[in-house]
């Protein structure tokens, strides 16, 4: 498992050195801004939607590492997808930040189990996809994880 392991700690890192659609979005149509004030994480979340799915997708914004790889990873999970696949890959996500549970299959989202033993990290792991979710509902609250119980 230790290089599996390993290759989960590369995931993170290499989103964090290059963060994969970051910046604003001049033709999003939807926007939601993310806030964990427990750590200062800030994340603004740009959405193109065209029926009901995520044409393009981007984040832009300041925290910790796992804040801004976990935003940076969900672009790229989201992008083409459509409200409902988005909201069970955010449940599959939820899970594994929570319980530690590996992916059945190796997925990238596996790169944040290890999150699970710091739970006051989860909130930061979780922040990008809130926003994201917000973002597609059209919720023009902005997301705090002070709301959430997770
Ligand atoms: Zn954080």
């Known amino acids: 498992m230790s290089d599996l392991s390993d290759l989960y700690q590369q995931v993170i890192l290499d989103h964090n050195r290059r963060p994969r659609n ?8 939807r926007v939601a801004h993310g806030d964990n004030p427990t ?8 959405l193109r939607v065209e029926g009901d799915r ?10 910790c590492a796992i804040s801004q790889a ?5 672009t790229t999970q989201l992008k083409g997808k459509t409200a409902a ?3 069970k890959l955010y449940e599959e996500f939820h899970h594994i930040v929570t319980t530690g549970e590996e992916p059945a299959e190796i997925s990238d989202l596996g790169a944040f189990a290890g999150v699970h033993t710091f739970p006051a990290r ?5 922040l990008g996809w809130h926003a994201a979710l917000n973002a597609l509902k059209g919720d023009p609250a902005p997301a705090t994880t002070e709301s959430h119980t997770d």
Do not use: H, W
Request: contains cysteine.
């Open 22 to 29: 970051r910046g604003k979005l001049p033709t999003a149509n």
């Open 39 to 46: 750590c200062g994480d800030q994340c603004n979340v740009y």
């Open 54 to 63: 995520i044409a393009e997708i981007s984040f832009d914004g300041s925290g």
């Open 70 to 74: 976990s935003a940076s990873l969900m």
């Open 85 to 87: 696949e988005a909201g």
């Open 122 to 126: 989860i909130k930061c792991a979780t």
